[in-house]
């Protein structure tokens, strides 16, 4: 009888885009999750062992417990939640890894309140490497827009494009944003505009504002004959520099000829200088990166003139600048933006992507977790708000530790690596369920303030209850005897007991 392949539950979606990427030929020249040699060759060099230009590590993070239970084999099988097989992981290397040679070679920073650096403490401690056989095509997002780079290159051979600017974005439009756009169409014979559709900051603006608003751009102010609209399923890294030749990488993959970076490419905060991601390009040979940049200095809108310009194209009293920021600001007060800021069609689709997303979400989306011992009454006070809720009429959900742990995390033991696996999971189901506009209950030990802070950054809307039952009530409830078996040594890492 033949031996039964190790398999690996990929619980965060975004993995799933990593997945399909390496397997399509986004990640090119990846091809499959990063080993040893090429990921400490990334961070130091910007290049895999064998000289290819790559700037981040694409990587799949394992527990201990998922490592044991790998052991020996070279294969792996990466399923989803219904277990179904995603792609299969050939010639595996199993490794470790220092986070904050990590963190301080990609994003130069060791501060958590950089949204990459935190992303890398929520990662388990060894990493999977191998080659990705990819078996499962999933193109459920935006499939009138998702295309794969060989689709991209043939729709550019249809046109006659033989000159193909990228722009890449993770926002709505504005007037800045569409005479950059221009500038480029100025010089190529195509466009392709493709927004990133994945994990991003909080304060970001959902998939489909940024799809539905590029539609109106495109159909209102546009030579529709010369632009492409296309999605690209990715997490934002928020990189900078190393994250802006990882996208012109990307964008050669799909046949573009040369790649916008503006301002601040994939930047956030004050981490990193206005136009490093342009200083970056000077490093490497344009031959070997295959693109071509085109570099733009900030855009400004001109009063005397009424309209866009570049900032060294009129005099700094003459310039109003284009603040992301204000314009989140207005939108959140319901103050209309100024015209010079976004087209009018544009805006109103805007406005009308959100009253959509309000309309399917008649509540505010939370994720409430109860925390405390074992029998201290986190489920019952869970149910009982679940059943009120539901009488209500509110989306509600429950996750229970014993369900879950029969479940999602049958494979987990309970070392301590184990529980936060078990969280970790827990938090990806509830990030998504919130985004779904669903009231999430939550009821888990999780006494570590690490873990329900992890837990916090992940949600947009965390509200954290502690139920504070003395130790002796919840032994004196203990009808299993989990207590008494704690405390003679039968079951360890026991909270309140033997364990936090």
Not at 335 to 349: D, G
Not at 376 to 388: C, E, F, P, W
Request: a neutral charge; one cysteine or more; glycine letters at 6%.
């Amino acid at each position: 009888m033949p031996k039964e392949i190790p398999s690996i539950t990929i619980h965060n979606p975004e993995y799933k885009k990593d997945i399909m990427n390496i397997g399509l030929g986004v990640y090119a020249p990846l091809t499959g999750f990063l080993k040893k040699d090429d990921f400490q060759s990334v961070l130091k060099n910007m290049r895999l062992k064998n000289g290819a230009v790559w700037p981040i590590p694409i990587v799949l993070d394992i527990s201990l417990g998922q490592k044991e239970h790998i052991g020996q084999d070279s294969l792996v099988q990466l399923i989803n939640t219904k277990g179904e097989t995603l792609a299969r992981l050939h010639d595996i290397e199993i490794y470790e890894y220092d986070l904050e040679t990590w963190a301080q070679q990609v994003f130069g920073t060791l501060d958590k309140d950089h949204p990459g650096v935190e992303s890398l403490y929520q990662l388990q401690p060894y990493l999977l490497g191998g080659r990705i056989e990819l078996i499962q095509q999933d193109f459920d997002l935006f499939p009138e827009y998702h295309h794969t780079p060989e689709q991209i290159r043939q729709q550019f051979k249809a046109k006659g494009w033989k000159s193909v600017a990228a722009f890449q974005t993770r926002n709505v439009p504005h007037r800045g944003h569409e005479f950059l756009q221009t500038s480029a169409l100025e010089k190529t014979d195509g466009l392709l505009i493709q927004p990133v559709i994945g994990e991003k900051k909080k304060d970001d603006f959902s998939d489909e504002q940024i799809v539905q608003t590029y539609e109106t751009l495109i159909e209102y102010y546009h030579p529709k004959d010369r632009v492409t609209l296309s999605i690209l399923p990715l997490k934002m890294r928020y990189a900078g520099p190393r994250e802006a030749l990882m996208h012109a990488l990307i964008r050669r993959n799909y046949g573009c000829t040369h790649f916008i970076v503006g301002r601040d490419h994939a930047g956030v905060g004050h981490y990193y200088g206005p136009y490093e991601s342009q200083a970056i390009f000077k490093l490497f040979d344009p031959q070997e990166l295959g693109i071509e940049i085109m570099t733009f200095p900030e855009v400004v809108f001109s009063k005397t003139k009424q309209a866009p310009c570049f900032i060294n194209d009129c005099s700094k009293e003459d310039q109003i600048s284009f603040s992301g920021t204000k314009f989140r600001q207005q939108l959140a007060s319901g103050e209309t933006p100024p015209a010079y800021f976004i087209r009018p069609q544009v805006y109103q689709t805007l406005l009308q992507a959100k009253q959509k997303e309000k309309i399917h979400r008649p509540h505010p989306s939370c994720v409430i977790w109860f925390t405390g011992l074992s029998q201290s009454g986190k489920s019952t006070i869970s149910m009982r708000l679940y059943d009120y809720l539901k009488t209500k009429r509110y989306e509600t959900q429950r996750l229970d530790g014993d369900v879950l742990r029969k479940s999602l995390s049958k494979d987990l033991g309970f070392s301590k690596s184990d529980r936060d696996e078990h969280l970790r999971r827990v938090g990806y189901m509830a990030q998504e369920l919130e985004e779904q506009g669903q009231i999430v209950l939550a009821s888990f030990i999780s006494p570590y303030t690490e873990q329900r802070d992890r837990l916090r950054r992940m949600t947009k809307h965390f509200i954290e209850i502690y139920v504070n039952t003395p130790l002796e009530i919840c032994e004196a409830r203990d009808t299993k005897g989990l207590y008494a078996k704690a405390r003679s040594g039968e079951i360890p890492h026991f909270t309140g007991i033997s364990d936090p």
